[in-house]
């Protein structure tokens, strides 16, 4: 058996705008600062595990803002219940933590962009792809070793036990404190988002149909 992985694309249009101007939008639309907060984005279900998210998020201590962009996934009601509760006990629009429920792809690449980190420590994924997405950009990531994650993440993320509060808001912590950490976070992964890439995709289906010649 050949495992050829999945890939991903990211439009060059939006993933390559100069910082300045994407700095620029998320400082007018969002009110948001230069990688001064944190993102989870996906499907809003009870396997993106955001309770731990946001309950490790909110002792963690940090005052930057945590971004969640999802629609409504699979049973989504109990997780979209305990979000706008939390929402409205955070002080709901004033509040830390900013809740959005659609967006354009090229708003949220910018938002991915601009992000301190991706905050993904999801109980279980078949793939990964916003870890994957995030690395590509070149923001830090903070994953679990549940699934798949840990093989697509490899060693250029902060790995936490999905099931772990404690361990989730300690690597919140890392991230919120250590510039040269997210640096290292950035440059590792850019380089483990490659292996994933449209090309290398294609480099392993070449090697696996030239076997069968």
């Known amino acids: 058996m050949t495992n050829t992985y999945q890939t991903f694309c990211l439009p060059a249009a939006y993933s390559s705008r100069p910082i300045n101007e994407v700095a620029s939008n998320l400082e007018g639309i969002f009110g948001l600062g230069w990688k001064d907060y944190f993102i989870h984005f996906g499907a809003i279900e009870p396997k993106k595990n955001l309770g731990r998210l946001v309950e490790a998020y909110l002792s963690s201590g940090s005052r930057r803002p945590l971004v969640v962009v999802g629609g409504r996934g699979w049973l989504e009601a109990d997780e979209t219940a305990l979000m706008r509760r939390i929402l409205a006990e955070d002080g709901g629009e004033n509040g830390r933590i900013k809740l959005y429920e659609y967006l354009s792809q090229s708003t949220l690449i910018d938002l991915i962009r601009g992000a301190r980190a991706l905050l993904f420590p999801s109980l279980y994924e078949g793939f990964g792809l916003p870890v994957l997405e995030a690395m590509a950009l070149g923001t830090a990531v903070l ?67 030239s076997k069968l010649d």
């Open 143 to 209: 994953t679990s070793r549940s699934g798949a994650l840990p093989e697509v993440a490899g060693n250029a993320a902060v790995m936490v036990e999905a099931e772990d509060t404690d361990a989730i808001k300690e690597g919140i912590r890392a991230l919120d404190a250590d510039d040269d950490l997210i640096d290292a976070l950035s440059c590792r992964g850019e380089g483990q988002a490659a292996k994933f890439s449209a090309e290398a995709y294609a480099k392993r289906l070449r090697d696996l149909y």
